[in-house]
């Protein structure tokens, strides 16, 4: 099912994935999918769609399209068809039988309910690579409970490295839903890479990825430190427990620098060719990392003593020249104006039904080929011509609206 948006160079080029998805975990996925050439063909309630369309209205507003949604859905083909019906649950196994992939992060149990559930699937689409995420994973105590993103940090213990002490904080990017989605998204490559090199036409292997197991893989650092010490380690808003000095630190002129050290050497040419703190430099009390985090506060301080007489631009200049890794603090509102992206060319306009807006594009950068970055839909703006292309003539296609089918 060849569409304009797919490149002939692309990796995925000839991939048609089905998804029934909502919020922010399954989008990303299969927008990942599509950013390679997957055509994804996006399966939405008639009644309102993915209910990230409503989170808010800000694209193109007031009464535009959620932020949310048009980040995570270019690319995509919208298809509204009720899956109550029996006459929609039909069309849905119609676009089964041309698919490779159904992504689905449905509440527990619905694909069950719906027929479509990776063993049912296996019956009569064997071919497709059924994906479902779910909040939890099969066979625990928490499995049949819904889970979105904060739930999930909070139940990994995310929220609990993140913030201050007494004042946890959850991660402002939605982390859990977006690892969730790439670790999905690598899964089903892994998997077509593997039937294309292998040739193997039998059934295809299915794939569960929880938010739950996203983020306790993610906690691996602190989860490994409390696991071997018996500590559980306090947050330090923008600094890190595992080493020092590394920071934010406010500087003369009201901005903020983030200066960071890895190892012994960075250390030492931050004492010695940057606050000018030989003394520091030589105490065996911060000769290792470990003395360095035991004795942290000393440190910082002495580092804002010195950012105190210095304006950010002089920090940074001072930073670069003695090889230690600095970063301005910035607000959302001055990333949109940063030269690392203008200068490189990293945004691109995009179609939605409000009108064009810019975006950032993908990460990777691949030779000889660029993202698509093709529009956001519409609900139910591909739904005849998805039909059509399933053999439905405009009458059937109209009978079908008629009785609230299709939309």
Not at 228 to 249: E, I, N, T, W
Request: overall charge negative.
């Amino acid at each position: 099912m060849p569409t304009p948006q797919q490149p002939a160079a692309a990796p995925l080029a000839g991939i048609t994935v089905v998804a029934l998805e909502q919020a922010v975990s399954a989008p990303m996925c299969t927008r990942c999918l599509a950013d390679f050439g997957a055509r994804v063909i996006k399966v939405e309630n008639p009644a309102g769609g993915d209910f990230a369309r409503h989170y808010d209205d800000v694209v193109n507003g007031p009464g535009g399209l959620a932020a949310h949604f048009v980040w995570a859905n270019r690319n995509k083909e919208s298809v509204a068809l009720d899956l109550k019906a029996p006459d929609g649950i039909e069309l849905l196994h119609r676009l089964l039988e041309r698919a490779d992939v159904l992504v689905s992060n449905l509440a527990p149990g619905s694909t069950a309910r719906l027929g479509i559930s990776p063993d049912q699937l296996g019956e009569r689409h064997p071919h497709v690579i059924a994906v479902e995420i779910d909040g939890y994973g099969a066979g625990g105590p928490l499995s049949q409970k819904r889970a979105y993103d904060l739930l999930a940090q909070s139940e990994s213990g995310s929220c609990a490295v993140t913030g201050y002490p007494g004042m946890p904080a959850k991660p402002g990017p939605p982390i859990a839903d977006i690892s969730t989605g790439l670790y999905s998204a690598l899964s089903i490559m892994a998997l077509l890479l593997g039937r294309a090199r292998s040739g193997d036409d039998g059934p295809a292997p299915s794939v569960a990825v929880s938010l739950f197991d996203t983020m306790t893989d993610i906690m691996g650092y602190p989860l490994t430190y409390t696991q071997h010490s018996g500590v559980d380690q306090q947050p330090l808003g923008m600094s890190s427990p595992a080493v020092s000095p590394y920071g934010a630190f406010p500087t003369r002129d009201g901005q903020t620098v983030v200066l960071g050290t890895t190892n012994d050497r960075e250390w030492q040419r931050l004492a010695r060719e940057i606050i000018g703190r030989p003394d520091l430099a030589d105490d065996a009390r911060f000769a290792g990392n470990s003395d360095r985090v035991a004795n942290r506060e000393v440190l910082d301080e002495a580092i804002q003593s010195w950012c105190d007489g210095h304006d950010l631009a002089e920090v940074q200049k001072i930073a670069d020249a003695a090889g230690i890794g600095n970063a301005r603090y910035n607000l959302p509102s001055e990333v949109l104006e940063h030269p690392q992206l203008s200068e490189r060319n990293r945004w691109r306009t995009v179609q939605t039904s409000a009108g064009p807006i810019q975006a950032i594009l993908p990460p990777p950068i691949i030779d000889g080929y660029e993202q698509p970055m093709g529009p956001v839909p519409a609900l139910g703006e591909h739904t005849d011509a998805v039909l059509a292309e399933l053999g439905l003539s405009d009458n059937e296609i109209h009978a079908l609206r008629a009785q609230g089918v299709v939309a």
